[in-house]
Every structure is written in C-alpha cells, then in structure tokens.
C-alpha cells in the first residue's frame, strides 16, 4: 500500500509561483515512476508532468513546459512540482500519482495505481 500526501497549493496572481509537494510512503519510493496530473472542472485529468524512478527521464505537457519542473527526491520519498510564471488556465485541483510498476514514463491516468487527495491550485487573473 501506498499513500500519498500533496501539500503547497492555493491562490496565486498570475506570473506567480507555486511549489507542490508530495510525500509518499513506503520502502521502495525508488522504483516508482511518479507523475502530477490536474483536472479543471468540467474537464480531463490530464498528466501535466511525469518522471521515471530514477529522475533521469522525464515528461512535460507542451502547456507547461519551459514553466513547470519535476523533481524527486528518493532519500526522502518526495516529488515536487516547481510552477512558475502560472496563468489562469493552469487553475485546477493537482494531484500527485505513483506507478508502482516503474516501467516508465507514463502519460495516461490508468498507467498510475496510487494517487494523493489532491491540491487546489487558483491562478487568479
């Protein structure tokens, strides 16, 4: 069993910044891809960026790239997520996920068996 705890979201003016945290449990963190999706009301989740276990490859939806950062760090069982220069369509509840396989990189929400409560995160204009 894995659990996983999202913490750092809320209200930001656009061009600001936010940083996501996740904290997740269990003994081999190492070997788990991980991924942060958003859903806006109304829409898909959607994986706006992903890494494999070992941080090396990663993944970013081209809305967020050159503006969000993966990181992990596997001595301390987190992921983060950097958002800088955040818009208003970036406003969604974020959610942190684990693919326990780590297989991969995944960008599909069924390639992920874990998930966290999820963040709110409001971009206001």
């Known amino acids: 069993q894995v659990q996983l705890v999202e913490s750092g979201g809320g209200l930001v003016q656009a061009g600001g910044s936010l940083r996501l945290s996740c904290a997740a449990s269990?003994?081999?963190?190492?070997?788990?891809?991980m991924g942060w999706f958003r859903q806006a009301p109304g829409k898909e989740r959607e994986c706006v960026a992903a890494?494999?276990?070992?941080?090396?490859?990663?993944y970013y939806a081209d809305s967020v790239k050159g503006r969000f950062t993966i990181s992990r760090d596997n001595a301390k069982n987190t992921v983060a997520l950097q958002m800088n220069s955040l818009k208003p369509e970036d406003t969604a509840v974020y959610y942190c996920?684990?693919?326990?396989?780590?297989?991969?990189?995944?960008?599909?929400?069924?390639?992920?068996?874990?998930w966290g409560q999820g963040t709110q995160v409001t971009v206001s204009s």
């Open positions: 996920a684990a693919d326990t396989t780590g297989l991969g990189v995944g960008v599909s929400r069924y390639e992920y068996d874990y």
């Open positions: 269990g003994r081999t963190f190492s070997s788990y891809a």
């Open positions: 890494l494999n276990w070992s941080g090396v490859r990663t």
